[in-house]
């Protein structure tokens, strides 16, 4: 009956071994973002049908409960330890940067695959995640039948030495404890380590386990605390050990881990800013033209002098209006990780300052070159929306994105002095809808781009209202009504100098178009005509992130 239990256990013994010697758990891969790679691989892996996969989480949260992290968590000493207590053969392992460096770690701890995959977006391509699979699963295979032959074969020398020293050799009773030693090799082999030292023939088989397994095993019998604490994981590993078909994206990253995640991600740059202060100087130059009866200054300049009747007007800066900008970027969801951190809200001031000249002609004559102090001022407030995007190399980020804003926004070019004609002033308040741009190139520098389309932004408009009725001669002198679009196109570079501190330099031109319709209070202006105003603006700054 001894006989017939011990080679039961035995097949029993070797049966379940079988069964889990192809089982794989995928660690958390180093520089992988959101585990996107890590679902992959796991899902790759039992589209083979060649390999059991334990969950994604499994191994992490068995390395986390022993404090380990990083690579530490997929040392040799923490993949021999963990690897018998989660019931798994091999670990995959791996860093992710422009390829994804992947290796194979055997339960003993040793590597016996590693290769190299390209990347594209932190993902692999369906062909390569395709390769990978069927080259972890035959390297687990051929793991899996190199270790278990001398495993039974090492024990039978062991125990055989000492059944001589008695004098009945042939007697069956030395089996039984054969069979009891073989089994916890493969069970619990780290149970079994702390009764050898106990023996006092320990020093002897030294030189024989120094080819064989034991040799890395001895060094660990003495560490008998380290030893009782990982046993407490085999009951709790019990409790995601369980199969389940799909990638495993959903599973909820190791709560070990989750110190390391959550210190790299409040590290300064992880996400986008929350909020951005622009502070610098504007330079801006204007030009304006008016003329009746027509469509386009171009087309009224092409007519024969006999056919140019009625009173225009030109506008043009000798100089350019020097002042102040001042912009403001507030997203106060930017560091939330769902859609909602692009929304957001961008205000913006300028106000500049120079002498101008102003001249008006008429067919009889122009009047003379007069000298005026003029003030150019913009402001607006829109709603913003963006997506973010990130450029950077693992560690470095460097944040790009593209998005849409809608609001108001508001020019006004007046000067404070009266002359004999009335001057070209205007006032313009109107809704605005915008697309931005920024792609960063490296940390220092970024381009930037942005195009504005305006809705009516007729003249005689302010955001104070028209209080003492001068704003009404804006369209009254031209036309009874008027008709506008305007645009605008903005190109520029910007980055980060230190810290939170950066630049910022950009080129904006505006256009406005003007058609007027109906008699107009000038000579010639009988049935309307047109105006075009033009700016063009060099804003150049400091710039603050948070």
């Not at 995959?92 to 390829?99: Q, T």
């Amino acid at each position: 009956m001894c006989r017939w239990g011990a080679a039961v256990a035995l097949a029993v013994m070797l049966t379940s071994q079988v069964a889990l010697a192809e089982r794989v758990a995928v660690s958390v891969l180093e520089g992988d973002k959101n585990y996107r790679l890590r679902a992959q691989v796991t899902a790759a892996l039992r589209k083979t049908r060649k390999v059991q996969v334990s969950p994604p989480a499994a191994w992490g949260m068995a390395a986390g409960k022993q404090g380990l992290r990083g690579p530490a968590a997929v040392s040799p000493e923490a993949v021999t330890r963990l690897a018998p207590k989660l019931k798994v053969d091999a670990v995959l392992a791996g860093s992710v940067g422009a390829d994804f460096n992947a290796r194979l770690l055997a339960k003993d701890g040793r590597e016996v695959w590693s290769g190299r995959y390209p990347l594209t977006r932190g993902v692999l391509a369906p062909k390569d995640a395709q390769k990978l699979a069927l080259a972890v699963s035959a390297a687990v295979k051929t793991a899996n039948q190199i270790t278990p032959a001398p495993a039974p074969v090492a024990p039978e020398p062991v125990a055989k030495a000492p059944p001589p020293a008695p004098p009945t050799v042939t007697q069956p009773a030395p089996e039984p404890p054969v069979v009891a030693r073989t089994e916890p090799p493969v069970e619990a082999p780290r149970l079994m380590e702390p009764e050898q030292p106990v023996v006092p023939q320990a020093p002897k088989p030294k030189p024989a386990p120094v080819a064989e397994k034991p040799a890395a095993q001895e060094p660990r019998a003495s560490e008998a605390q380290p030893v009782l604490a990982w046993v407490e994981l085999d009951d709790e590993s019990h409790t995601y050990t369980p199969d389940f078909e799909g990638s495993g994206g959903g599973f909820p990253e190791a709560q070990g881990a989750q110190p390391q995640e959550a210190e790299k991600a409040s590290a300064p740059g992880h996400y986008p800013p929350r909020v951005r202060v622009f502070l610098g100087a504007a330079v801006t130059w204007r030009k304006y033209c008016a003329r009746p009866g027509v469509s386009s200054c171009s087309q009224y300049d092409a007519l024969p002098p006999e056919q140019q009747t009625g009173d225009i007007a030109d506008f043009s800066s000798n100089a350019p209006y020097v002042g102040i900008a001042a912009q403001a970027e507030v997203f106060p969801l930017a560091h939330w990780p769902s859609l909602l951190r692009g929304v957001g809200l961008t205000l913006g001031y300028q106000r500049s300052f120079a002498r101008t000249t102003v001249k008006v002609s008429t067919p009889v004559g122009s009047t003379p070159d007069r000298e005026v102090y003029a003030t150019d001022t913009a402001y607006g407030a829109m709603l913003a929306y963006r997506y973010f995007f990130d450029l950077g190399k693992q560690g470095a980020p460097q944040w790009g994105y593209a998005g849409l804003r809608l609001g108001a926004q508001g020019r006004e070019f007046a000067v404070d002095e009266a002359v004999e004609s009335p001057l070209p002033v205007t006032h313009r308040f109107y809704p605005v809808l915008g697309l931005d741009v920024s792609v960063p190139l490296m940390r220092a520098v970024r381009i930037e781009g942005a195009g504005q389309l305006f809705l009516r932004p007729n003249p005689g408009e302010s955001i104070g209202g028209d209080s003492n009725g001068t704003l009404v001669a804006e369209v009254r002198d031209y036309g009874t009504s008027v008709s506008s679009l305007g645009w605008a196109a903005e190109l520029g570079v910007a980055g980060d100098i230190w810290g939170p501190i950066g630049y910022s330099a950009r080129f904006r031109l505006e256009h406005y178009l003007d058609r007027f319709s109906g008699p107009g209070t000038r000579r010639g202006w009988t049935n309307g005509g047109v105006a075009e105003d033009t700016y063009s603006s060099i804003l150049a700054g400091v710039t603050a992130s948070w």
